[in-house]
DNA sequence: AAATAAATTTAGGCTAGTCTAAAAATAATT
DNA sequence: AATTATTTTTAGACTAGCCTAAATTTATTT
């Protein structure tokens, strides 16, 4: 197996690769890393020469698919713990991060599985980001706050961007949860706030504000 | 925090001091830790100069208080773990262990206390060994054999020797579950049967093989 | 009590992962 | 295009944990 560095190296190269959309540079896996970039170099050599990303020297590095699945895999355990430890543990939001960190490491396919099904295979997590299943497949779609949505577009709800209680009870109140499916019924011109009907039954109208922190995909 | 060798350390200190009741021995130490005496040396100096063992040079170790709150922690993570594994994701006898190895190295108050109340704060994993609470604290009795009791006396049931299915089916039927009061009605002579009877409602008979294979404390 | 055997420790070396300081390569500026 | 600035890599060193081989201490026999 990888060790605990070599994990958090991969992942962090995936997570740069999706925000900068190509080549990762040393410097920012090592701001990444909390590392020097001297560091980041002697483990880019490792990563190379087991065949977990394409290196040459200066010019910055991207994943090979091997590479991919595992930090695919780290990201998958670490989105079902977070799971876990909110919706089984009650764990808070600022609570869960930390924990998630050192789980996300163990080494058990067994394990992970059965968390999975424990939670009945959730597809997101509560920041509304894919859960990649056994095979590392993720879903196509990432979540978007539903502000960006159009009229009659038909979402599922999969997060939230604000976790404060305040907010979450409001969603509570207000009668939307995750999984629920939500459509845009009407945007309002002048404040952007919106109509939209839950899950065929209830219409509700949020500000523009509220929509901002709701996250959905299309159904 | 400790690193998790170290934790490893100490647990088998606390485990070969329950053993053999004295100081431990640097060899008895490396065949419990399949390592080396040398590194075993090394490793007691580190805990040495950490206060976390008593150590003299030839002479074997001892836990200090310090170290023996470490190791029982350790413990008690691991062994709630082995319930949470078993209780709630369905794992099997010969799966929980080398997951729960793993699993009690994870730094988190919180979880563990979470896990602890998920599972309804057992006194007792299912091998019938005493969970340590938070504070280190560990019940005074260890479990025994129902076999080794007297007639009249009251126990509770608080784990089984042989997890094979065929056995544990074999209690399901006869209707012996964990957390059970279980009183000894009468000891039969001739080939040491017992009838008990389970929380003072059904009274059964059972042979002294399968006495031998539940384990449980005076109430 | 001396000699031998067993247990333990020391000495020196290895790998993983980290660091600082200096060298080399690439990028930006004049 | 030449110089300067930035980024990246190399060189050499450190710690945690582990190893083998040799030295030392303790235990056991004779």
Redesign the interface.
Known sequence: MHSFTEENYLKAIYKLTEQVGSEVSTNAIAEKMSTKAASVTDMLKKLSDKKLINYQKYQGVTLTSKGEKVALSVIRKHRLWEMF?LE????KWD?VH??AE??EH???D??IE??DK?LNYPKFDPHGDPIPDANGKIQAQKSKSIAHYIKNDVLVMTGVVDHTTAFLQYLDKTGIALGDEIKIKEVVFFDRSLQITINKKTTVFISNDVAKNILAIKK
Not at 88 to 91: A, I, M, N, Q, S
């Open positions: 430890l089984k543990l009650d764990f609570e930390d924990v050192q789980l163990i080494n058990s067994k394990l059965q968390i424990f």
